[in-house]
T-cell receptor, first 117, second 112 residues
Framework: GEEVAQTPKHLVRGEGQKAKLYCAPIKGHSYVFWYQQVLKNEFKFLIS????????ETGMPKERFSAKCLPNSPCSLEIQATKLEDSAVYFC???????????????FGNGTRLTVT | DQQVKQNSPSLSVQEGRISILNCDYTNSMFDYFLWYKKYPAEGPTFLISISSIKDKNEDGRFTVFLNKSAKHLSLHIVPSQPGDSAVYFC???????????FGQGTTLQVKP
C-alpha cells in the first residue's frame, strides 16, 4: 500500500500480559524501523530491519521485547510480560533506503497506543 | 544525554507572520538533518531536509537553515497558516544506518 499501516490503533493489557503490534510497510520499502514514544514527545529508536534481517537493534531492551519481519507478513513487535512503563505509542516507519544522502526519508504509520494497566 | 535539543516547547504566532523553530545538536559528525511535523493521533510526516554541504534549503513556505559552526538548524515557515499548527520535530541521521535521533518537539500554534 501507499501508507504504513499499523494495527491495532489501541491496545490495553494488564501488567504481565503479552502485547503484539503489527506493521505493514509501504510496498517496495525494504527498511522498517520501530520507535517508542513515551510521555508526550520523546521518540526512542528500538530496532530496524532490512527486509527480514535485523539491521540495527541497538535500541531494543534486552529483555521482554522482540521483533520480526517475515516475508509476505506484516512486521511485528512483541512485548512479553508487559510492565506499566511499557505504556507508550509505538510507531513503525519504512523507507526504500534511509541512509546518508537519502531522498527517501522515513514514512511513519499512525502508531499503536499501548496502555498497560 | 540529549544529542538533539529543541529548547522551546511551544511557540505561538499570528497567521501570516513568520514562525521560526530552532534546534541544536551536539555531534559535529552529524551531516543530514530533517524536520517532521506531527498532528495529534497521527505519525510524524516528513517536511524538509538538508545536507551538511548546504546551509539553506527551501520548499515553498518552508525553509531550513543550517549553521554547522554553531551546530544549529532552524525551520522558517512564512507565511504561517492555522493549518501549520502541529508539533515540529527536528531529527538528525545517525551514521549510515538510517536511524533518526529526534529532538523533543516544539508545539506551534498559529492563531487566525
Amino acid at each position: 500500500g501507499e501508507e504504513v499501516a499499523q494495527t491495532p490503533k489501541h491496545l490495553v493489557r494488564g501488567e504481565g500480559q503479552k502485547a503484539k503490534l503489527y506493521c505493514a510497510p509501504i510496498k517496495g520499502h525494504s527498511y522498517v524501523f520501530w520507535y517508542q514514544q513515551v510521555l508526550k514527545n520523546e521518540f526512542k529508536f528500538l530496532i530496524s530491519f532490512q527486509n527480514e534481517n535485523v539491521f540495527d537493534e541497538t535500541g531494543m531492551p534486552k529483555e521482554r521485547f522482540s521483533a520480526k519481519c517475515l516475508p509476505n507478513s506484516p512486521c511485528s513487535l512483541e512485548i512479553q510480560a508487559t510492565k506499566l512503563e511499557d505504556s507508550a505509542v509505538y510507531f513503525c516507519a519504512s523507507s526504500q533506503w534511509p541512509g546518508q544522502g537519502t531522498r527517501s526519508p522515513l514514512h511513519f504509520g499512525n502508531g499503536t497506543r499501548l496502555t498497560v494497566t | 544525554d540529549q544529542q538533539v535539543k529543541q529548547n522551546s516547547p511551544s511557540l505561538s504566532v499570528q497567521e501570516g507572520r513568520i514562525s521560526i523553530l530552532n534546534c541544536d545538536y551536539t555531534n559535529s559528525m552529524f551531516d543530514y538533518f530533517l524536520w517532521y511535523k506531527k498532528y495529534p493521533a497521527e505519525g510524524p510526516t516528513f517536511l524538509i531536509s538538508i545536507s551538511s554541504i548546504k546551509d539553506k534549503n527551501e520548499d515553498g513556505r518552508f525553509t531550513v537553515f543550517l549553521n554547522k559552526s554553531a551546530k544549529h538548524l532552524s525551520l522558517h515557515i512564512v507565511p504561517s497558516q492555522p493549518g501549520d499548527s502541529a508539533v515540529y520535530f527536528c531529527a538528525v541521521l545517525s551514521g549510515n544506518t538510517g536511524k533518526l535521533i529526534f529532538g523533543q518537539g516544539t508545539t506551534l500554534q498559529v492563531k487566525p
